[in-house]
Every structure is written in C-alpha cells, then in structure tokens.
C-alpha cells in the first residue's frame, strides 16, 4: 500500500526490556484450528510487557484493547505535535482542513470472490471465514500479520484513496463513514512494515508459518517476530477519532520533504490547491492521486501521496455498512443475475470509466 517514507520512521519507540508473552491469554474462544488472537491484542500486550513483564496477567478482553488503542494513539497525536512544531500558517490551515474532511472508507476485493461476500452477508474476516467455510479459504491475509497484530481477527480497509487501493481486487465496496467507530489504523500494512522498517525476509517467515511451524522470537535471529516487533509496531497504531489528524501530519512531512525540482513545485501546488478545496471527493484526490502505470520518475514524484491508512475493523462488515458495490462494467449484468446479489441490487453498479 501507499505510504509517506518520513511518515514510516516518525512515531518514536521507546527502548524497554523484558518479555512475558501471555498471548495465550489473549486467545479468543474459537473453533479447533483456529489460531487468531483478538485484533490489536499482541500489540497491546507488547505495551503492558514493557510496563512490567510479570505482574500483568489478566486476560485483555476487547475492551481494555480498544481503551489501550485510544491511548496510544493520543500518544502518537502528542508526539507528532511537539516533533513537528512550529507548523507553518500554511501547514496549519492544512491540518484544520483535512480535520473536517471526512476520509473516504474503501475495501478493495477480487471479482472471483464477491459472490461469496454476497452470500455471506457481508466482508469477513479470516478467522470468521474459517469458522464458517472450514478451511474453503479465499482470504489474502498473511499469517505474519496475525502472529504481529491479531490480523486474522480483521477486516481491512484502505482510509483516505478515493477509490481504495487497486492492487487488492478490481471490486470497489465503499464503506459508511459510521464503521470507523470499530475500526483502527496504521499507516502500513504488517507485511510491509516487517519487510521494508524491519527488513525482515517476509518471503522466509511465511514459508516457515505455511509448514506449521512456529516462527522464532529471539531478537537475534533473522526471522524473529516477538516482543521487539510488535512494541515497534503498536507505535503506529492511530484510533478511528485520530485518523484526518494523522493523515494531515502526514501531508506535512511529505511538503517539508519537497524539493526544489519541478516535481518538488507541483507537490506545492497540491498542497496549496488543498487549502482552497471544499468538495470532499475533489479534495481527497488531490491528496491521494489514483495510481498510474508508466509514469517517469519525475511524474511519479509530483503525484506522491498526501498520506494513508490501512484501516482495521474486528470480525466483520456486514452488508448493511456497504454504499455501494462496484464492479468492472463489462461483468455488471452477470453480477445482477446472481441470486445472492438480489439483496444488494441497489448497490451494485459500474466502476466509473477509467478506475482501474
């Protein structure tokens, strides 16, 4: 996914030592197989270890892992604030501005896979999926992000891409505004976090977790995923109530990298063109262009994006938090034909021309 370089080395991590994993006490009640953790439970009890790694056993239920969320994310707010300051009148004005716009919310889903959402009800997460499909998995989540964060316990969302991200499927389902409520962010996937902030061989791990073995955590060996990780890790983590002022920090850092070349100008004009924008559609474009292919460099350099989150809901999005599905125009009329899409007629339509 989509991501500012400044952005990925900005939120500090603090140096403790000590590791009691409990992540067995983090464990949900889940049908034999089923390895998955709630979501954000292993960053969560990465913080509490670093606390103190003996006295803190309770199980962390999901409530105690959304407060903890909240309160990281306030923490990373905080940090932002003071590391960035003084903001320009212009960086200012920015940050207000993309506070009262509303991100867009956007799943992105292979055509071969939505008459199953369809049926289904709604998006699933993986371990929900396993639950009711025994194991008929069509899920693209990697095993590392769940032994990092709790991934099988999500649903993903790209926040802020007009259009989500397309490397993910060429369905668009857009989401409600009203389900961040139940959602998390970062501003990276786990996969590329462990890959490209750790340069870890993700290849590696993922070979090692598909032959049922387990992947090692001492800090030392190069395949490692433990404490060191997800402490690294939940330094990201920014809650629903905080993402339009992360996004916004974001943009900051990317127009403080702007140099002076002509890509460097036309990010300037971007940035300034923000500040006079009050359609939210028209304004969250501009923030993130859609991805084009066959770009020079320089062209590339000029349409860097603004910002992004990868968005995080627990379980499932039914149905009912769908505004729209939207599919390659050419397979518009097979879709309607289908009998599980008779609930969602009123949802489906054409991807507009152009949108990849």
């Not at 080395?9 to 067995?24: D, F, H, I, Q, T």
């Not at 462990?194 to 340069?199: D, F, N, P």
């Not at 460099?297 to 995080?312: H, I, N, S, T, W």
Request: hydrophobic share 40%; proline share 5%.
């Amino acid at each position: 996914m989509i991501e500012s370089a400044r952005f990925r080395s900005s939120c500090l991590a603090v140096v403790l030592v000590g590791y009691g994993a409990a992540m067995s006490a983090t464990a949900k009640e889940a049908e034999p197989g089923i390895a998955t953790v709630h979501a954000g439970a292993p960053l969560a009890e990465a913080r509490r270890t670093a606390i103190d790694a003996e006295r803190f056993d309770r199980p962390l239920d999901q409530a105690t892992i959304r407060k903890w969320i909240e309160i990281a994310s306030r923490c990373t707010m905080a940090e932002f604030e003071l590391f960035l300051a003084p903001l320009s009148p212009q960086e200012r004005a920015l940050v207000r501005k993309v506070d009262r716009m509303r991100a867009p919310i956007v799943n992105r889903l292979r055509f071969e896979d939505l008459r199953g959402v369809l049926k289904d009800g709604g998006l699933l997460s993986h371990a929900r999926e396993e639950q009711l499909h025994e194991g008929e998995l069509h899920h693209t989540t990697p095993a590392v992000e769940n032994d990092l964060f709790g991934g099988y316990d999500c649903v993903f969302a790209s926040v802020g891409p007009p259009d989500g991200t397309p490397r993910y499927g060429d369905v668009i389902i857009r989401l409600k505004d009203s389900v961040r409520e139940h959602g998390w962010a970062t501003p990276f996937s786990g996969l590329h976090f462990l890959s490209k902030i750790r340069h870890q061989d993700t290849q590696k791990m993922l070979a090692l977790l598909d032959r049922g073995q387990s992947l090692p955590t001492e800090a030392t060996n190069p395949l490692s995923l433990g404490f060191d990780e997800r402490l690294h890790f939940s330094h990201y983590v920014v809650a629903e109530g905080d993402w339009e002022r992360a996004l916004a920090f974001q943009a900051v850092l990317v127009l403080r990298d702007a140099d002076n070349s002509a890509a460097g100008q036309a990010v300037r004009k971007r940035f300034a063109a923000l500040l006079k924008e009050n359609d939210n559609a028209k304004f969250w474009t501009l923030f993130i262009p859609a991805e084009k292919s066959g770009l020079t460099a320089e062209e590339a350099a000029a349409r860097v994006p603004f910002g992004y989150l990868e968005g995080k809901f627990a379980d499932r999005l039914g149905g009912e938090d769908f505004t729209s599905i939207e599919v390659p125009a050419e397979r518009l009329s097979e879709v309607r034909s289908w009998p599980e899409a008779r609930l969602y007629l009123h949802l489906i339509r054409a991807k507009r021309p152009g949108v990849p």
